[in-house]
């Protein structure tokens, strides 16, 4: 009994040393602007404050979802903008990282690597620096699409749509999950029609304070089609394969020729990968889910257009529950990670640590990798007949 108390002090302990830790890590951090925030955050906030919290939401000044301008109302308050902002995005690491602990306890069976898992997400360096440094809010919806897959672990269907509907409310990169829901609703497993359309229906249901407030409706549905024509370069440092066609933010020859092919083999490759999951059979066991989840994902963001770099966040951090499993999937996890920290650093430092091709290069190995190990485990959990 004595024994089980002292490993339960030492566990404790563990846990307060590294939430401390990980704060303190952060706090390094915040007095640094990023150029988002001097020329984006910032004068969003002064306009706020301005025209007031209410009377703002119904003004074009952000480009911006909704949702995310209604938590900088509710921190308009507090004076120090930058603080302010980047403590909701720690707030949110914080929660990604509680989320983390369930997803990979239930994984694997143990506790104990649940706290691991929580662990390595909050000294997770991509996601430390997104947050603390960068003041951007990537992390709000990524920890939905978590609770989005630890819903579907659960056999949740709804509340995994309700999800991941309240994580597309705050970014459109939530939808990177979508064509895996999809391909489990035709196949009769977990996911309904009627749960894919809580996705629309809960965004629908974010714009509805800021039309109230006097915004055009029209505007506020269409604020993604909006983002996507700010930035039409092939690629934003994402290491994916238009590094191999030299068409980045920095160089790019055949962009509006190179961006309409890019979203057709996108769906292309996509359409494939559906049409190869609907022709097997086989146990959809949570090790599985995961691992299709993470290859889903990846094939979006290295085959779609006008990724930014920041936009792998989502697989950066699930990598770490995935690696938990067997201890040969944390190279992967660690490549993949590191890959993602020095495709950041043009953007942070004005460094080029490696070139963009050895990048992908990198990126487009891993996937192989990843692709690989969903096949084996498919072929392991095949029925037969």
């Known amino acids: 009994m004595k024994e089980k108390t002292k ?31 001097k020329f984006c955050l910032s004068a969003w906030m002064d306009a706020i404050r301005e025209q007031g919290a209410w009377a703002s939401l119904g003004r074009s000044f952000s480009d911006y979802s909704p949702a995310y301008l209604y938590i900088m109302c509710l921190v308009s ?19 990604a990282a509680v989320v983390m602990f369930f997803l990979a306890a239930r994984l694997t069976g143990s506790c104990r690597k649940g706290i691991a898992a929580m662990a390595a997400t909050l000294f997770c360096p991509t996601l430390i620096i997104n947050s603390a440094w ?20 659960k056999d949740k269907g709804w509340q995994c749509c ?8 705050f970014k459109v990169q939530a939808l990177f999950f979508l064509p895996l829901l999809v391909i489990l609703c035709v196949k009769g497993k977990t996911i309904k029609l009627w749960h894919l359309l809580l996705v629309p229906a809960v965004f629908f249901v974010s714009v509805i304070p800021a039309w109230i407030a006097g915004g055009k409706l029209g505007t506020l549905l269409t604020v993604y089609f909006l983002q996507a024509g700010e930035f039409p370069y092939a690629t934003l440092h994402f290491p ?3 590094e191999f066609l030299h068409e980045t933010n920095m ?11 890019g979203v057709y083999f996108s769906f292309g490759v996509l359409g494939i990968f559906a049409f190869w999951l609907l022709s097997e059979r086989f146990r959809t066991t949570p090790q599985l ?32 529950a995935y690696a938990l499993q067997r201890p040969e999937k944390i190279p992967l996890a660690v490549g993949y990670i590191m890959i993602s920290l020095l495709s950041y650093m043009p953007f942070i430092n004005r460094a080029n640590v490696l070139p963009g091709i050895w990048l ?26």
């Open 77 to 95: 308050g507090i004076g120090n903008t930058l603080y302010a902002l980047k403590g909701v995005s720690i707030f949110f690491d914080y929660a």
């Open 251 to 261: 160089y790019w020859h055949h962009l509006k020729e190179v961006s309409a092919f």
């Open 289 to 320: 889910l995961v691992t299709m989840a993470l290859f889903s994902v990846c094939l979006v963001l290295f085959t779609m257009p006008h990724m930014h770099e920041r936009y792998g966040l989502f697989v950066d951090i699930l990598l770490i």
């Open 134 to 153: 960068w003041c951007q809010c990537d992390i709000i919806y990524v920890t939905f699409m978590l609770l989005s897959l630890l819903f579907l672990l």
């Open 162 to 169: 309700l999800m991941l509907g309240i994580a597309f409310s």
């Open 360 to 385: 992908a290069i990198g990126m487009l190995a891993l996937n192989i990798f990843l692709g690989r190990d969903l096949a084996r485990q498919i072929k392991e959990n095949r029925i037969a007949g």
């Open 240 to 242: 994916n394969i238009y």
């Open 7 to 37: 490993d339960r002090l030492v566990v404790a302990a563990f846990i307060v040393a590294i939430l401390v830790l990980a704060l303190l890590a952060r706090l390094q951090f915040l007095p640094l602007k990023s150029g988002d925030y």
